[in-house]
T-cell receptor
Framework: DAGVIQSPRHEVTEMGQEVTLRCKPI?????LFWYRQTMMRGLELLIY????????DSGMPEDRFSAKMPNASFSTLKIQPSEPRDSAVYFC?????????FGPGTRLLVL | GQNIDQPTEMTATEGAIVQINCTYQ??????LFWYQQHAGEAPTFLSY????GLEEKGRFSSFLSRSKGYSYLLLKELQMKDSASYLC????????????FGKGTRLHILP
């Protein structure tokens, strides 16, 4: 069974550009989570969905960040415009019974 | 609010035993997780405790005391591949509340 799939795995962009990160959760999982990880702040929850509906977006840093889940098998996290301080590893995770399974992450570098 | 504390770094010797402690203060509690994260990779699930006591799984064991807000992860017969970060994470009062992660403990194994 395939795990959580994320794309791209690496992204390098310039300040001001739009960045879109993609996630395909494990089939049958009804919860999807977006995290950001940096050395300074550790693993931070940005937003999570249940049955495609956003439940808690209190971790989204500001209006430049938005996330959607149009169906059970796909979610996006968008940053527009991007800034150098957004450089981090972004993880998507999904769960069915409370245990979260993480994707490989997208390593984002904003120059 | 929620606060999770764990040591930043630890060092141990191959073949030995190491205990990684985690203390937490939360406004509600419905389970504590331990995740392992190798450098450059995604966190992977190790253990889950919701009741007091010890859960053993091969070389790894996890202990929880809810009254003390305390958990530890015990790793026996250490191997070089156990060099990784170990993340303690706590879930809020509802079964599907969000999980808050500690900053992790970086474990170095010496030959």
């Amino acid at each position: 069974d395939a795990g959580v799939i994320q794309s791209p795995r690496h992204e390098v962009t310039e300040m001001g550009q739009e960045v879109t990160l993609r996630c395909k959760p494990i089939s049958g999982h009804d919860y999807l989570f977006w995290y950001r990880q940096t050395m300074m702040r550790g693993l931070e929850l940005l937003i999570y969905f249940n049955n495609n509906v956003p439940i808690d977006d209190s971790g989204m840093p500001e209006d430049r960040f938005s996330a959607k889940m149009p169906n059970a098998s796909f979610s996006t996290l968008k940053i527009q415009p991007s800034e150098p301080r957004d450089s981090a590893v972004y993880f998507c995770a999904s769960s069915l019974d409370g245990t979260q399974y993480f994707g490989p992450g997208t390593r984002l570098l904003v120059l | 609010g929620q606060n999770i504390d764990q040591p930043t770094e630890m060092t141990a010797t191959e073949g030995a035993i190491v205990q990684i402690n985690c203390t937490y203060q939360t406004s509600g509690f419905n389970g504590l997780f331990w995740y392992q994260q190798h450098a450059g990779e995604a966190p992977t699930f190790l253990s889950y405790n919701v009741l007091d006591g010890l859960e053993e799984k091969g070389r790894f064991s996890s202990f929880l005391s809810r009254s003390k807000g305390y958990s530890y992860l015990l790793l026996k017969e250490l191997q070089m591949k156990d060099s990784a970060s170990y993340l303690c994470a706590v879930r809020g009062p509802a079964l599907y509340d969000k999980i808050i992660f500690g900053k992790g403990t970086r474990l170095h194994i010496l030959p």
